[in-house]
């Protein structure tokens, strides 16, 4: 039941096959915090869970975009303006939510930032904007929620990476390495608080139909839109997985572009990409 603590690892003995997370499917009166939900896959997130009986708290850079949003949600919640870049702010947003709601069952972390970027057109004030916002804005998340999950005892947290962290990409010489270290720390988050009946998932998109990715000026394959891709959240969390990747059949052939060796990595991205 939402609210209520889990029956994590060391309360039971999982099997081989046993889910790695605990499978959320009763969203009723559960507290969900979205940061990043103004647009794109965070909107469509806070839709669909509005609509199956979550408390929302959103946060963006702008207020009205998220008050629109719980309106249109028809859900009982919270406008959490923040910038993820400033600590004290995401420390403030998590304070209230534990004032008001005393506590949160779920953290989705979706801020991020992307801009296309090749060694030939590098430039370091984009490089370091998307460092602030995709890196040390999770660390300022995790500095601010891990503390409010271990003292519950329950609940857990999302990071929304990207398939571009698994391996190099063209266009992606900054946006993919801040991926990669998402998916890095999401796998050290679960090592360390599944002990403890936590819970840390892992998102991994492949390309989605948002304000983000309408800067490509290539070929999105396997293109989906936001709603699917919240539908696809939704249904990796009622399984319990670990890492929930989407489209299938995209992130399929990314998985296995990651295990090939370099030689053939490369040749295979060269002919793929036309770069």
Known sequence: MPGTPAQGPRARRRSLFAPLNEPLRDWNGRRVWIVGASSGIGAALARRLGALGARLALSARREAPLRALLASAAASGLALPLDVADAGAVAAAAARIDREWGGVDLVVWLA?????????????????????????????????????????????????????????????LVYGPTKAAMINLAEALYLDLAPEGLGVWLVSPGFVDTPMTAANDFR????????????????????????????????????????????AYFAAVRRITGL
């Open 112 to 172: 991020g930032r992307y801009v296309p970027m090749r060694a030939q057109d590098f430039e370091p004030g984009q490089a370091r904007a998307m460092l602030e916002v995709n890196l040390a804005g999770v660390l300022n998340g995790i500095d601010a929620v891990v503390p409010m999950l271990r003292r519950q005892g329950h609940g857990g947290i999302a990071l929304v990476a990207s398939v571009a962290g698994y391996r190099g990409l063209p266009k992606s």
């Open 220 to 263: 999105m394959p396997a293109l989906v839109d936001p709603e699917q891709a919240a539908q696809a959240i939704v249904e990796g969390l009622a399984r319990g997985a670990f890492e929930i990747r989407f489209p299938r059949r995209f992130t399929a052939w990314m998985q296995l572009l990651r295990v090939l060796p370099y030689r």
